[in-house]
């Protein structure tokens, strides 16, 4: 059988009230060794015996694991609510499972929701105490899926995990869901005035999701994220108060060719308001050429 609850209690007895031996991340198999009113007794790695309430456990599936792990995450996925024990145990049950997975629609939306689990994970970890156990431990072993951003004091999921993910699950069901989490997912560090910054961070998200959904769902919150975001530095374009534009060589093709890029991408979408946006890009080209 598998655990299906984050923290199992495995017990000395088959009683709600006997003694805790250890605890059973989510996701481990154990041989049963005796069945009895609703608990299972099974052999732990240290040879010694121990019970688990049978609520906390499916069956595996000699012929293959999937349904029973989308059981498991029907029971114990949960999104914004998630602490950051219950966070981490999903991660590390979906990294864990990943090899096993072999049909492409269900390895996009464990993909996805193994991103997302570890975003949540993220979240719960109390402000100042990043440096304490067990949250350093486990931003140590994550340091090539994180990254810090300084401003905000927060770590954020490496963004080109979900594009990276996307790529491979496109035309997937859960394809598009996974370019709108990319799409929120933030980019580390603040651009402090610099209008190259602004309108690549905007070319790299909303813009990178109506890139390939330009009639998608969210396309409309997308495009409505874009105007909000341009609009003070479009109204800074003439006096240029606030923000501050590309000033050589290098920094000028870089400002041309992502305006035109999100030129391109915004043309695309069907809506009448993608006027506001273009007319946005236009006052900003013409500002800070």
Known sequence: ??????????????SSSASEITRARLGTTYSVVEKKSGWYRVQLANQKNGWIAASSTVNSNESGNEEVYRQILNKTYK????????????????????PEIKTANTAA???????????????AIPQGQA????YQDFLNAQKENVVYSEPSGEWYVRAPLFWDLH????????????????????????????????????????????????????SMEALANIINFLQPIAADAETKKVYNGPTDVSDRAEFNSL???????????PSTEKDKALQQLRRIAEGFK
């Open 1 to 14: 059988m598998i655990i299906s609850s984050p923290s199992a209690v495995v017990r000395g007895s088959a």
């Open 79 to 98: 999104a914004e609510s998630s602490t950051f024990g219950e966070a981490v145990e999903v991660y590390d049950f979906l990294t864990r499972i990943q």
């Open 109 to 123: 939306e464990f993909g996805l929701k193994r991103l997302l689990a570890l975003r949540y994970a993220l979240k």
């Open 131 to 134: 440096d304490a156990k067990p």
């Open 167 to 218: 790529g491979k699950y496109t035309n997937t069901p859960a394809g598009e869901q996974i370019a709108w989490e990319g799409a929120k997912t933030p980019l580390p560090g603040e651009c402090e005035g610099y209008v190259n910054c602004y309108i690549f961070v905007m070319r790299m998200t909303d813009g990178e999701y109506l890139n390939y959904y330009p009639n998608g769902k969210y």
């Open 259 to 269: 305006i035109t890029e999100l030129r391109v991408i915004i043309a695309r979408i």
